[in-house]
């Protein structure tokens, strides 16, 4: 790489990461290093890229750009760094997928369940809809039960995600809808599955949620900077509201490419990891999805392979690639608007293609 070039290299902090040049990673360092000169002098509002491969970060690009925090009207210029947090918006549904799935190791959860057995003061009159519905058709976000959540909406009452935040009763206002198709059969984007599942999860736990993410995911990778935004009484929004660092948002990414290991520690099932990442429904997006987690496809040497993602609102991304064992993370402050879609996916399959071997 050039000794003027924008690409950034890795800071080494105390956070557990180790860094290694891209041509010893198996990159073609001056193609990424182009990839990382657009983004670094494009007017897209992305604020951070970060590569990882084989455990040890790549690439880490920042920049400065307009931001706005969930539900806040005031937009900011923010110089984005490694120390920085970022809203994840939606990629929070996947924290909740992993913290799921490590209580369910512990308290033998069955997916297969009903979420009313978690609400042994709902009677079942109340709620006749939600009685075919499993947890895994939340984690699919196939339950079948009516909801409307869309950009064009985002912030109005038109939107369910909307009556998450304001609702005293969440958990009550999602599992009282309607039934309008039959469950397991059709992919309808549903926040509120991502609220039951954390509510469980607080539940089966008989432990807060903020509590159970820091001891049981956050602390043994080594995550000290984080929060969890709250709703208008204060509980944590499990469908939109982690801020992380994007370094350690990567580090997630690691974890389930390392079969839910770090640093020789299991923190995550294997089994849950390798089921979550299965494709189970086809969305309307072109795309398929599993346990909180959209699968896709990119080209590499003539050849389709893999990714899985955690995604957000304004272009958000944790893109795990297991073919090439290799994750990227994009935060961007694109929020409501669709194209951010194609500019993060398409800069995930730029750097696919950079890779070698």
């Known amino acids: 790489m050039s000794a003027d070039s924008l690409c950034a290299d890795p800071a080494i902090i105390d956070d557990g990461w180790?860094?290694?040049?891209?041509?010893?990673?198996?990159?073609?360092?001056?193609?990424?290093?182009?990839v990382l000169d657009d983004v670094a002098r494009g007017t897209a509002n992305i604020h951070s890229v970060i590569v990882d491969r084989h455990g040890r970060l790549v690439a880490e690009l920042y920049r400065r750009g307009k931001d706005r925090s969930f539900w806040s009207l005031f937009v900011r210029e923010t110089d984005f760094g490694p120390m920085v947090q970022h809203d994840l918006r939606s990629v929070t549904k996947t924290v909740v997928s992993l913290l799921f799935g490590i209580a369910r190791q512990q308290q033998a959860i069955d997916l297969n369940a009903s979420p009313l057995a978690f609400y042994p003061d709902y009677a079942p009159r109340e709620f006749p809809a939600a009685d075919g519905v499993t947890l895994e058709h939340l984690l699919t976000m196939s339950s079948g039960l009516e909801w409307h959540e869309s950009l064009a909406s985002y912030g109005t009452l038109a939107n369910d995600e909307t009556r998450l935040f304001w609702d005293w009763a969440p958990t009550r206002y999602v599992l009282s809808r309607a039934l309008v198709a039959k469950p397991g059969t059709q992919f309808t984007y549903n926040g509120g599955g991502a609220t039951v599942l954390a509510d469980i999860v607080v539940r089966a736990t008989r432990t807060p949620l903020r509590d159970f993410a820091r001891?049981?995911?956050?602390?043994?990778?080594?995550?000290?900077?984080?929060?969890?935004?709250?709703?208008?009484?204060?509980?944590?929004?499990?469908?939109?509201?982690?801020?992380?660092?994007?370094?350690?948002?990567?580090?997630?990414?690691?974890?389930?490419?390392?079969?839910?290991?770090?640093?020789?520690?299991?923190?995550?099932?294997?089994?849950?990891?390798?089921?979550?990442?299965?494709?189970?429904?086809?969305?309307?997006?072109?795309?398929?999805?599993?346990?909180?987690?959209?699968?896709?496809?990119?080209?590499?040497?003539?050849?389709?392979?893999?990714?899985?993602?955690?995604?957000?609102?304004?272009?958000?991304?944790l893109f795990v690639v297991p073919t090439l064992d290799l994750t990227v993370t994009i935060t961007a402050g694109s929020y409501n608007d669709a194209a951010v879609q194609q500019t993060v996916n398409g800069l995930l399959r730029r750097i696919v293609a950079t890779v070698r071997e």
């Not at 180790?18 to 182009?34: H, I, N, Y």
């Open 18 to 34: 180790e860094k290694a040049a891209p041509e010893t990673s198996g990159f073609d360092a001056a193609a990424l290093c182009a």
């Open 215 to 317: 001891t049981a995911l956050f602390e043994p990778l080594g995550i000290r900077e984080w929060e969890w935004l709250g709703d208008i009484y204060g509980r944590p929004m499990a469908f939109a509201g982690l801020r992380m660092r994007p370094r350690d948002v990567a580090k997630l990414g690691r974890l389930v490419l390392a079969h839910g290991q770090w640093q020789g520690r299991q923190i995550v099932p294997v089994e849950w990891l390798s089921e979550s990442l299965r494709p189970r429904i086809a969305t309307d997006k072109g795309l398929e999805y599993g346990y909180q987690w959209w699968i896709g496809t990119a080209d590499w040497q003539g050849q389709k392979i893999s990714w899985a993602a955690g995604v957000g609102n304004g272009g958000q991304r």
